[in-house]
């Protein structure tokens, strides 16, 4: 298999941890699952995710910060519009719609589109998939996509799909963990940052722009944190 984010043949065995193998490119330095779990495994395994993620939990306190994201990603916001792919239970869209977007969020996920409807019915929600919606030709001023390519088998067409969905003028938000934060410990394997399945794919801040370069984002701008969290925005 090759480096689903740079396409790269060769790698180095990096660990196993949960039953999952995990390898590192040459390359582009980032770690993936290989081989990747079927669709029917993701699937078993997506399932149970929302009954144990705690993505109700403080709702407030994440739409705040939320909020404080959206204000550095675009100042200028009335009658902008705004997507979160993969929106889960929608609190950067609610806090984008208070902020004075247009905000949409879609997510694959029927439960959590669902329960989003239910926690912020002034917001709009749809299941929809991103490669459906580059096809149908609608862009958006604001694409915000937070911790999701790290949980994708293949990001190249989905990346590619976020780019297609910009606006002219446009940015792109998007967030994944920075498996080169100093913050980690030597030993990567022993740190929760690593959970495979949930998450297959492990960025590095130059393999994450890289990704984003191949799909067409001409710019690329990261912003620094404290904690292991890659924040990028693309152009
Ligand atoms: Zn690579």
Redesign the pocket.
């Known amino acids: 298999m090759n480096?689903p984010?740079?396409a790269?043949d060769t790698s180095t065995p990096f660990g196993t941890k949960n039953g999952y193998t995990l390898e590192r490119?040459t390359?582009?330095d980032?770690l993936y699952v290989n081989p990747m779990p079927s669709a029917a495994e993701l699937a078993a395994f997506y399932q149970d995710y929302h009954k144990t993620a705690q993505y109700r939990a403080k709702l407030a306190s994440k739409i705040r910060r939320a909020k404080n994201r959206i204000r550095r990603i675009q100042w200028r916001r009335q009658g902008k519009s705004f997507i979160d792919v993969g929106c889960n239970v929608g609190f950067a869209v609610e806090a984008a719609r208070r902020l004075g977007f247009e905000a949409i969020g879609v997510d694959v996920d029927e439960v959590a589109i669902n329960e989003a409807r239910g926690l912020f019915p002034a917001a709009r929600f749809e299941v929809a998939d991103v490669l459906d919606l580059a096809a149908s030709g609608e862009v958006f001023d604001v694409v915000y996509c937070s911790e999701v390519v790290e949980h994708l088998a293949d990001p190249g067409p989905f990346v590619a799909a976020l780019r297609q969905i910009l606006a002219p003028g446009g940015r792109s938000f998007i967030t994944t963990p920075n498996i080169a934060h100093r913050s980690l410990p030597d030993d990567l394997m022993t740190s929760d940052e690593i959970r495979p399945p949930e998450h297959l794919l492990y960025f590095t801040p130059d393999?994450l722009r890289g990704l984003l370069e191949r799909a067409g984002f001409r710019s690329t701008q990261i912003q620094w944190t404290n904690k292991p969290t890659l924040k990028i925005i693309a152009s």
């Open positions: 480096c984010i740079c790269n490119c390359r582009c980032s393999s």
